[in-house]
Antibody
Framework: QVQLQESGPGLVKPSQTLSLTCTVS??????????WSWIRQPPGKGLEWIGY???????YYNPSLKSRVTISVDTSKNQFSLKLSSVTAADTAVYYC????????WGQGTLVTVSS | EIVLTQSPGTLSLSPGERATLSCRAS???????LAWYQQKPGQAPRLLIY???SRATGIPDRFSGSGSGTDFTLTISRLEPEDFAVYYC????????FGQGTKVEIK
């Protein structure tokens, strides 16, 4: 059973860059069977798609975040990563990594707070 | 961007009752790329339905999805205590988007 685990700082200052990594176990990103996604959820609110990546490195980003988002993959470590630049308080959320575009497996999520 | 509107916002029902949740898209969802998720407090969402009507692995058959084009429905035939949660629809045929959610609460 594939498992995903997010890691990274829980507190980021305004205007800085949020960086998270998702480590995948029990399955290989390089298999090419799935896209790998980032999704976020502000406290008490709904879900927002951030973007996804294929093992080859091809990406798709939410148009509303595209100018600030970079998703990358490291197949040697079976990890993929998220960078979100110029963060504000509106970027405070639980960030999830997931397998697939119809996301069949999710990490537990990590709360990232943007505050000085 | 395809906007998904879920209704009702809250559904108050008793265990054993049937739940019918609606998801309407602002434009046609290509190839029925419509999914449903369940989320309980403090947990990640769980995929229930993909392709509008296919149950994900391990999902009980009391959950069913239907619809095409712009109108989709999630039906829970008989509510179990563990089914009280928030449900989201998602389209993934173009730039993925989620609905705002329907809360199914105990009456």
């Amino acid at each position: 059973q594939v498992q995903l685990q997010e890691s990274g700082p829980g507190l980021v200052k305004p205007s800085q860059t949020l960086s998270l990594t998702c480590t995948v176990s029990g399955g290989s990103i390089s298999s090419g069977d799935y896209y790998w996604s980032w999704i976020r959820q502000p406290p008490g609110k709904g879900l927002e798609w951030i973007g996804y990546i294929y093992y080859s490195g091809s990406t798709y980003y939410n148009p509303s975040l595209k100018s600030r988002v970079t998703i990358s993959v490291d197949t040697s470590k079976n990890q993929f990563s998220l960078k979100l630049s110029s963060v504000t308080a509106a970027d405070t959320a639980v960030y999830y990594c997931a397998r697939g575009v119809a996301a069949s497996n999710w990490g537990q999520g990590t709360l990232v707070t943007v505050s000085s | 961007e395809i906007v998904l509107t879920q209704s009702p916002g809250t559904l108050s029902l008793s265990p054993g009752e049937r739940a019918t949740l609606s998801c309407r898209a602002s434009q046609s969802v290509s190839s029925s790329y419509l999914a449903w998720y369940q989320q309980k407090p403090g947990q990640a969402p769980r995929l229930l339905i993909y392709g509008a009507s296919s149950r994900a692995t391990g999902i009980p058959d009391r959950f069913s999805g239907s619809g095409s084009g712009t109108d989709f429905t999630l039906t829970i035939s008989r509510l179990e205590p563990e089914d009280f949660a928030v449900y989201y629809c998602q389209q993934y045929g173009s730039s993925p988007t989620f609905g705002q959610g329907t809360k199914v609460e105990i009456k």
